[in-house]
């Protein structure tokens, strides 16, 4: 228990993780083990040889033989004897790394549909600005060629004002964008772009 070696392991086992039973009675648990997960298998075994726990379960990553990553399900209890610290657990192992790989592929799809659906918000409302913008420019048009100059600066504020509000949602969506790319969350910036819309009419 202490050392993490193993002592005794079947066939199955040896095949999820790649190594035949004499390599791997020359490697230890820890060697074999994700460095994202180690530490909360180390943290989990600890509390079992202190006797705060009888058992545990936890989804982490093997290395394989081969370098590749495979998801276990691994549920872990000792053999011991009442009053005595464990010398000895024993391990229930569960491949699941195409559960894992299924998993993602779903929220991977839900993320593209989000993005698709958000993608297609933003290319209607901006479509409104822009018909603002078009819609006034074609305004200032008429006006200058009829003569009837009175309300071209209105017109004239309305496309200012329309691209500044595009020119915010193009800020805006870009920021989103670079947060994705570097994958960090900050502080999330939430506006209706129905909002921005109505603010130009």
């Known amino acids: 228990s202490r050392t993490g070696e193993f002592v005794r ?34 943290a989990n075994m600890e509390l079992l040889l ?7 379960s936890m989804e982490k990553r093997y290395y394989h033989k081969s370098g590749n990553t495979v998801w276990v399900n691994l549920t872990v209890s000792p053999m011991w004897e009442v009053g005595e610290e464990p010398s ?8 699941i790394t195409e559960r894992k790989k299924a998993e993602e592929l779903l929220r991977q799809s839900d993320r593209h549909k989000a993005i698709a659906g958000l993608a297609g ?4 409302n901006f479509n409104n600005l822009l018909q603002v913008v ?7 048009q008429v006006s200058l060629e009829s003569g009837k100059v009175s309300k ?18 193009v800020r805006r969506l870009n920021s989103f964008a670079k947060s994705i790319g570097d994958a960090q969350i900050g502080e999330p910036i939430v506006f209706d ?3 921005v819309v109505v ?3």
Not at 9 to 28: A, P, S
Request: charged fraction near 30%; charge should be negative; include cysteine.
């Open 50 to 56: 202190e006797g705060r726990i009888r058992e545990f």
């Open 199 to 201: 603010q130009s009419l």
């Open 121 to 124: 918000g933003v290319a209607h």
């Open 134 to 140: 078009l819609g006034n420019a074609n305004l200032v």
């Open 152 to 169: 071209i600066d209105f017109y004239l504020k309305e496309i200012i004002e329309s691209s500044r509000l595009g020119a915010e949602v």
């Open 9 to 42: 392991i079947n066939k199955r086992y040896c095949d999820i993780v790649g190594y035949t039973r004499e390599e791997m009675e020359r490697l230890t648990f820890q060697e074999i083990t994700h460095p994202h997960d180690l530490q909360q298998d180390l």
């Open 88 to 95: 000895f657990h024993i391990a229930v192992v569960e491949e």
């Open 193 to 195: 772009l129905s909002d």
